[in-house]
Every structure is written in structure tokens, then in C-alpha cells.
């Protein structure tokens, strides 16, 4: 199992990034996957998973979509935020009741920052 996070980069706060997750040795339409980011000196906060946005603070700025043809997942980011300065990362997620995610299988992250 392998999944790339990448589009990462430094951006000013109000700005837009795309993120993209390509997965390989995996049947990827059986899976579901999502995003989760770290920021330094915290825990892993879940973003999405499958077709949800499961941040409160990513609602209505962040949005999901994947192609199954091509193995990819895409985080696209707007209105961002100095707290949404993380390092993000894909991965095949689950439900584990009462508004939590769990996710199993993840790779190399890509660093987001937020600055003016």
C-alpha cells in the first residue's frame, strides 16, 4: 500500500491550495479515503474522510473529490488560515462512531503553511 500526499507549499492566509493524493498497490475504489493533518506540537486532526469534511473548522472551505480511473484523491483548500498550518496527509480512512475516524493506512506527508 502506498499513498503520496503532495501540493503542499507556503501560502498567505485567504489563500487557495490543491492538495493530491496518488495511492498504488491497492484496490482504491474499495477504499475510503481521507485526509488528516499534524501541526507541530499537536495530534493528528482528522480533515475528511470518504465524501465528508470532518473538521468542524475546514467546513465550508475545504472540499474532497477523487478519480478512481486514475488512483488520485484531491484536498482543495480555500479561505486558508495561519491554523491551517500542518503537515497533511492521505490515507485510507474508517468510521469509528460517535464523529471519529480512524485511519489505518497512510504515507508521506506534504507541509502546508500559512503566512503572511
Known amino acids: 500500500v502506498q499513498l503520496q500526499a503532495s501540493g503542499g507549499g507556503l501560502v498567505q492566509p485567504g489563500g487557495s491550495l490543491r492538495l493530491s493524493c496518488a495511492a498504488s498497490?491497492?484496490?482504491?475504489?474499495?477504499?475510503?479515503i481521507g485526509w488528516f493533518r499534524q501541526a507541530p506540537g499537536k495530534g493528528r486532526e482528522g480533515v475528511s474522510c470518504s465524501s465528508s469534511i470532518v473538521a468542524d473548522s475546514a467546513k465550508g472551505r475545504f472540499a474532497i473529490s477523487r478519480d478512481n480511473a486514475k488512483n488520485t484523491a484531491n484536498l482543495q483548500m480555500n479561505s486558508l488560515k495561519p491554523e491551517d498550518t500542518a503537515v497533511y496527509y492521505c490515507?485510507?480512512?474508517?468510521?469509528?462512531?460517535?464523529?471519529?475516524?480512524?485511519?489505518?493506512?497512510w504515507g508521506q506527508g506534504t507541509q502546508v503553511t500559512v503566512s503572511s
Open positions: 498497490g491497492f484496490s482504491f475504489d474499495r477504499y475510503n
Open positions: 490515507g485510507i480512512c474508517r468510521p469509528v462512531g460517535r464523529g471519529e475516524y480512524e485511519y489505518d493506512q
